[in-house]
């Protein structure tokens, strides 16, 4: 069975300071690999997908993630912060043929002035 | 263009009753998904549609939890005796192809 694990519950950082957020899966073929930002009372937003080809992936909002097969990783960064960054982030995985998406718990983002 | 729209937004029930939520998805999105989002938790999926073949059930936890989908528009998820353990976001998402799925802003169930 597939799995995602987000190791992180909570995350603090400093406005302006880099970001990197973890997610590792458990999956026995190649895996479509998706992060999702949800904020306070809304649904959750796409930030960028993985399916295959290049292993870093830009997104939206200046996100960006690596897929590491090696580590069965596909951690989420960003540069630089911004105080509207904080959000809740989902890692999904699910399959060429899919029919769901499997969650990790997700990681809260909190970023400090 | 619209996105996902799920109605009521909030829904507050006494335990016991019965309730209805809906889900209206990207117009031409033939995949139809409800997921469920207890507090603290990841996103667990609970059924999907996919045009017209016989849905996934396979994450409904309960024979209370039912679903249904009128070609490939509205989705209705009814919980029948509701019960405390049932208060959660319930999230609706579309998609086109097996790939990315949109979702709506949620449904959040309070069963007191």
């Known amino acids: 069975a597939q799995s995602v694990t987000q190791p992180d519950i909570h995350i603090t950082v400093s406005e302006g300071a880099s970001l990197e957020l973890r997610c590792n899966y458990s999956y026995g073929a190649t895996p479509y690999l998706f992060w999702y930002v949800q904020s306070p009372g809304q649904g959750l937003q796409l930030l960028l997908k993985?399916?295959?080809?290049?292993?870093l992936v830009q997104g939206i909002k200046g996100f960006e993630a690596e897929f590491k097969r090696s580590q069965s990783s596909f951690n989420l960064r960003k540069p630089s912060v911004h105080w509207s960054d904080a959000a809740e982030y989902f890692c999904a995985v699910g399959s060429s043929g899919y029919s769901t998406l499997t969650f990790g718990k997700g990681t809260m983002l909190l970023v400090s002035p | 263009g619209a996105g996902v729209s799920q109605s009521p937004s909030n829904k507050v029930t006494e335990k016991g009753k019965d309730v209805e939520l809906r889900c209206d998805p990207i117009s031409g999105h033939t995949a139809l998904y409800w997921y469920r989002q207890r507090l603290g938790q990841g996103l667990e999926f609970l059924i999907y549609f996919q045009g017209n073949s016989a849905p996934d059930k396979s994450g409904l936890p309960s024979d209370r939890f039912s679903a249904e989908r009128t070609g490939e528009s509205v989705s209705t998820l009814t919980i029948q005796r509701t019960q405390q353990e049932d208060s959660a976001v319930y999230l609706c998402?579309?998609?086109?192809?097996?790939?990315?799925?949109?979702f709506g802003p949620g449904t959040r169930l309070t069963v007191t």
């Open positions: 993985y399916f295959s080809g290049d292993t």
């Open positions: 998402a579309s998609s086109l192809s097996t790939r990315e799925q949109y």
